[in-house]
């Protein structure tokens, strides 16, 4: 499995990059799982229906399943922050790439989203394992780098990037997990 993040401020488009990779990987045979980091609470459940029903009755896991799709929800008695290494572990062995959108503080090795508009600092500079940069204005970088500079509206060129780079973004969960938990 290779892993690839995607780092940057909200509004810098990582979510827009996110969704135009995934059909252009899989277009190439290959399976892709998304993890995704939530700053407030969330909730992908109704009320009223049965698997809100059983987790207000205080089930830990709930594992709702039809034929076409599987979704798993665990409430934890107390706050947990997960590191992103755990819940790659939660994911589906069999997939081929995990894009990471947030979480740009973790030592994966991530793509910065960076636009000169949108007025936030780049994160590059101080952040050793950002190892591209996709932008739509390169001539506004604030510092000079021998990082790659990928067009942030150029789909097929950062996916071909990630797939002649693959060998680096090959994930090792033992070591991540054994040295983050």
Do not use: C
């Not at 996110?18 to 009320?47: N, Q, W």
């Not at 940069?133 to 990928?150: G, K």
């Amino acid at each position: 499995m290779k892993v690839i993040g995607f780092a940057g401020y909200s509004g810098s488009g990582k979510t827009h990059l996110v969704e135009r990779i995934i059909p252009a990987l899989k277009l190439r045979g290959l399976r892709v799982s998304v993890v995704k980091h939530a700053h407030h609470r969330f909730d992908i459940d109704h009320e009223g229906k049965d698997t809100f029903r059983h987790r207000e009755a205080g089930a830990f896991e709930v594992v709702v399943a039809s034929r076409t799709r599987l979704a798993l929800m665990r409430e934890f008695e107390q706050e947990a922050q997960l590191s992103v290494h755990h819940l790659i572990a939660e994911l589906y062995d069999g997939v081929d790439w995990v894009l990471v959108e947030g979480f740009k503080e973790s030592d994966l090795h991530k793509i910065e989203v960076w636009r000169a508009a949108a007025g936030k600092p780049a994160r590059y500079p101080d952040d050793e394992f950002i190892v591209a940069i996709a932008t739509d204005s390169p001539q506004a970088l604030p510092e000079s780098t021998a990082r790659p500079v990928l067009d942030l509206n150029d789909t097929e060129v950062i996916v071909q990037w990630l797939l002649d780079n693959g060998h680096r973004f090959d994930y090792d969960s033992e070591r991540h997990l054994t040295t983050h938990v």
